[in-house]
């Protein structure tokens, strides 16, 4: 049975999704509670959503009790068009992934753990920013516990591979693992069909590097072969640049939105700094980023772009596309 959830259930859920602290998402789960609408098909949903305030409750009470003595967590707010995280074995590249893309200067090593703590960059694509985190790597025995909590709240993910290692599908099914176990899932595709909503499902591309070592194809064969039904892959060189073009547009790609440019009447387009919304958004909802009053105030907008005339009028519900110029009337 369809539980029908409304928009303000999802963007609440969309919120508890970024909320790092128990307090926050204890805050998030009221808020989606009372939104859930009461019926038959929602039943099982009411009871997770219960469940999971209890536990939090519990988890509060006791960190009140018991406070942490070395809990280290990061907070790193959503910049630009979407966040993604660099995740994988150590060793891999993902450290000089990141300095390829960014400015940042994480320290690139020969030897593994030498990420410590997480690092952030902003990748320019064509006229957009794209926020990328480097991660401590994860093995089997280890993985820092703020890990899987940065992972939750990004946009989407990158699983690196090293196919200088002939033991790389192995290293990555184990980080795959070790996140799936703190219900943090990486996948391709989120599933069409949620049954366990204590389950995060991250949208993940696979990053196949150092395809200038030898013996590297040999062993892309293989992992296009595991992994391929799975996630895109990308096959790059982040030390010698093969692949990064692709991959920076991919990068883009994966993320779902359109770029959309505002006018003022009588003036030429700000063509510099696009508003980023998800494909398929409308007119109202991207004007809203604009200016919050235009959610309730928005009337109708002049745009240019693909699918209208140049200057055509359009209403509120009207769905935007990549790259539309949209003239905004209170
Ligand atoms: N040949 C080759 N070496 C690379 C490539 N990318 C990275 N490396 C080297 O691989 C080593 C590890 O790179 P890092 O970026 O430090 O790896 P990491 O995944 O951040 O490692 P941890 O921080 O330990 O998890 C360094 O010596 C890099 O210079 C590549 O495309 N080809
Ligand atoms: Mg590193």
Redesign the pocket.
């Known amino acids: 049975m369809a539980t029908n959830l409304t928009p303000q259930y999802m963007e609440a859920e969309e919120e508890y999704k970024k909320a790092q602290t128990p307090d926050e998402k204890l805050a998030c789960l009221k808020k989606m509670f009372q939104l859930v609408p009461k019926h038959k098909a929602s039943e099982k949903l009411q009871a997770d959503l219960k469940t999971k305030m209890a536990d939090l409750r519990d988890e509060i009470e006791h960190e009140k009790k018991h406070p942490k003595k070395v809990g280290i967590s990061y907070k790193f707010p959503k910049q630009g068009a979407g966040q993604y995280v660099?995740v994988?074995?150590?060793?891999?590249?993902?450290?000089?992934?990141?300095?390829r893309f960014t400015r940042a200067t994480?320290?690139?090593?020969?030897?593994?753990?030498?990420?410590?703590e997480p690092h952030v960059g902003m990748m320019d694509w064509q006229d957009v920013k794209i926020q990328l985190i480097?991660l401590?790597?994860i093995t089997a025995d280890f993985m820092e516990a703020y890990v899987s909590t940065i992972i939750r709240a990004a946009d989407a993910a990158i699983l690196?591979l090293?196919l200088?290692d002939d033991d790389a599908p192995f290293t990555a099914e184990t980080v795959l693992e070790r996140l799936a176990a703190v219900k943090t899932m990486l996948v391709g595709e989120k599933p069409a069909q949620i049954d366990d909503y204590s389950i995060e499902y991250i949208r993940t591309m696979l990053v196949a590097?150092?395809?200038?070592?030898p013996g590297a194809q040999d062993r892309l064969d293989i992992i296009r072969e595991m992994f391929g039904p799975k996630f895109p892959i990308h096959v790059?060189?982040?030390?010698?640049g093969?692949g990064m073009g692709e991959m920076s547009e991919a990068i883009y790609k994966f993320l779902n939105v359109i770029r959309v440019y505002t006018k003022q009447p009588g003036k030429p387009a700000d063509m510099t700094s696009p508003f980023t919304c998800p494909i398929g958004s409308t007119l109202v909802e991207m004007a809203g980023l604009v200016h919050r009053d235009f959610t309730e105030q928005l009337k109708n907008a002049r745009i240019w772009g693909s699918g209208v005339h140049d200057g055509q009028s359009v209403g509120r519900e009207h769905v935007l596309h990549d790259k539309d110029v949209v003239e905004l009337h209170g």
């Open positions: 660099i994988g074995a150590p060793n891999v590249g993902k450290s000089r992934l990141l300095t994480p320290e690139v090593a020969a030897y593994p753990f030498t990420t410590r480097d401590p790597p690196m090293d200088g590097n150092k395809i200038d070592l790059i060189s982040a030390e010698h093969a």
